[in-house]
């Protein structure tokens, strides 16, 4: 298995333009996370979903951030319009969830913004 | 003003020292625990994990003690390499229908010296 995939790996942009972040988590797995990690704040959850369906968005930052699974492969997570504060590291993560409990996270390589 | 970024505790040491790494965990009601490593530029990687109901689990040179009643981890280990060198985070799941939804500590880096 090829594992996490992220896209793009870098990206440089400049304020107030959009910028979307691709996912494809690991084949056969049904819960799907998005983190950001920055020096100040560290690894912070800000969405996820099981099953396709978001559970949880209490971490988003604002309304500028959005994100979508609109199948079990593949998931975006959108900024518009982007800022200076967002530059980050974000992670994309998957793991096979059952009703024992949830196995364990793996993570992407992260895709790196830099918002000028 | 002048932004302050998260001073993570650091852990140096020589190769082939036994490292130990702590961690305090918040949420009582968390059952589910786990070690990552992460190397610059990548993602976090999986190293070991443990349920509230043992106190220790081993794997290959690693070793995960957990606490209850201080809310304590930590990560052992051995034989440390420089291969090692890495941000080391603990994670910890809260218990129920949780979807696997892990909250990190801010995490420490280990040096090993050659």
């Known amino acids: 298995d090829a594992g996490v995939i992220q896209s793009p790996r870098h990206e440089v942009t400049e304020m107030g333009q959009e910028v979307t972040l691709r996912c494809k988590p690991i084949?056969?797995?049904?819960?799907l996370f998005w983190y950001r990690q920055t020096m100040m704040r560290g690894l912070e959850l800000l969405i996820y979903?099981?099953?396709?369906?978001?559970?949880?968005d209490s971490g988003m930052p604002e309304d500028r951030f959005s994100a979508k699974m609109p199948n079990a492969s593949f998931s975006t997570l959108k900024i518009q319009p982007s800022e200076p504060r967002d530059s980050a590291v974000y992670f994309c993560?998957?793991?096979?969830?059952?009703?024992?409990?949830?196995?364990?996270?793996?993570f992407g390589a992260g895709s790196r913004l830099t918002v000028l | 003003g002048e932004s302050v970024g998260l001073h993570l505790p650091t852990l140096s040491v020589q190769e082939g020292d036994n490292s130990i790494i702590n961690c305090a965990y918040s949420?009582?009601?968390?059952?589910?625990f786990i070690w990552y490593k992460q190397e610059s530029g990548k993602g976090p990687q999986f190293i070991i994990d443990?349920?509230?109901?043992?106190d220790k689990r081993q794997g290959q040179r690693v070793t995960v003690l957990l606490n209850k009643t201080v809310k304590h981890l930590s990560l052992q280990i051995a034989a440390t390499q420089p291969g090692d060198s890495a941000v080391y985070f603990c994670?910890?799941?809260?218990?129920?229908?949780?979807?696997?939804?892990?909250?990190f500590g801010q995490g420490t880096i280990l040096t090993v010296h050659p």
């Open positions: 443990i349920r509230s109901n043992m």
């Open positions: 994670a910890e799941m809260p218990g129920g229908t949780s979807y696997g939804k892990l909250t």
């Open positions: 993560a998957s793991s096979l969830t059952s009703w024992a409990g949830a196995n364990v996270l793996t």
């Open positions: 084949s056969g797995h049904n819960s």
């Open positions: 949420n009582s009601a968390s059952d589910y």
């Open positions: 979903f099981n099953n396709n369906v978001p559970i949880d």
